[in-house]
């Protein structure tokens, strides 16, 4: 398993629109739109000694994202941020913390899926973890293990992933073939039967020097993958966005996911092909680099 409880937060205080619980006694009502329908959208962000990286990024998906379902109200970026602040404030948060933001339409008067229902507002819930990125005991010295799903990933024509919402079936029924493969995660492919991403992460592979990942027609828009190709741009290494085959995967060079939650991993094999030479590769340890020395230096200051 990839993840464990953290004795660091046992006695976490989670914000449910604006008021600050224990863990044990948070909750939403059953009548919550994310009880009834995963009628919610929702924000993974990582805060590193005080700064939220690429804060603005998660925001605007967060916002972009709750237009597209026609929430009636969606709270200001300065709203969120405020609700963040107080939150990691009151757990003395500071570095190494996974922030999960989620917005839901908010409680219905009856059940009901009809957004009319929907009279009180939203819901927000900020619940921020003392997290390291979640790959990198996984990884150790054989990288992550891949193995490629049978359930395909949505285009926009179905479910457009440009919306970031959550209704995760999808990907846990990718986790749940993979965790019978015994993989660390699923590699899940378009209807075209082209790579989309994983089931939590982007996929990129190195092939002579080029870095390349899939377009965003099945996977949502990642502020990793967009800083990867930042970096990408920034300091000369060949790169593009195409549609990529499994043969083309399998025959890389070097493989990386990334992700708000695990940053940069490398991976080692994907459905029992070696990627690669066997250990993490020239390019994906250079952008490793480039990130982190990124995550340190940047981003939006929220707690002091
Ligand atoms: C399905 C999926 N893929 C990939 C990612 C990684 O995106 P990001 O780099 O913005 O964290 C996420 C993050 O929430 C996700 O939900």
Redesign the pocket.
């Known amino acids: 398993m990839l993840q464990s409880f953290n004795e660091q937060n046992r006695d976490l205080l989670i914000n449910i629109n604006g008021e600050l619980v224990h863990r044990d006694r948070a909750g939403v009502s059953p009548f919550d739109s994310s009880v009834q329908g995963g009628d919610a959208v929702?924000?993974?962000l990582r805060l590193y000694d005080g700064r939220v990286f690429k804060l603005r990024e998660?925001l605007n998906?967060l916002t972009h994202s709750a237009k597209a379902l026609a929430f009636e109200t969606i709270p200001s970026h300065d709203e969120l941020i405020e609700q963040i602040r107080r939150t990691l404030e009151a757990n003395s948060m500071r570095t190494d913390v996974h922030i999960r933001l989620t917005l839901t339409r908010g409680v219905k008067i009856t059940s009901g899926m009809d957004p009319r229902l929907n009279q009180s507002g939203p819901t927000l819930i900020v619940l921020a973890e003392h997290k390291a990125p979640v790959y990198d005991r996984a990884v150790g010295a054989t990288g992550l293990t891949l193995a490629t799903s049978s359930i395909r990933r949505f285009g926009p024509d179905q479910m457009d992933?440009k919306i970031?919402h959550n209704n995760?079936i999808q990907?846990i029924m990718a986790k749940i073939e993979s965790n019978a493969a015994g993989a660390d995660d699923a590699v899940m492919l378009d209807q075209r039967g082209f790579l989309a991403?994983?089931?939590?992460?982007?996929v990129f592979v190195v092939t002579g020097g080029k870095v390349e990942t899939s377009r965003c027609v099945a996977?949502?828009?990642?502020?990793?993958?967009?800083?990867v190709l930042e970096l990408c741009a920034r300091h000369d290494i060949p790169n593009a966005e195409r549609d990529i085959s499994m043969a083309e995967l399998y025959r890389a060079d070097e493989c990386f996911t990334?992700?708000?939650?695990g940053e940069i991993a490398w991976v080692g094999s994907v459905d029992g092909r070696a990627i690669g030479g066997g250990g993490i590769g020239p390019v994906t340890m250079r952008l490793r680099e480039l990130f982190s020395e990124l995550t340190s230096r940047e981003g939006e200051r929220v707690v002091g």
Do not use: D, K, V, Y
């Open positions: 929702w924000e993974g998660h998906r992933p970031h995760l990907s991403e994983t089931n939590a992460t982007h996977c949502p828009e990642g502020i990793t993958r967009a800083t990334t992700g708000t939650m």
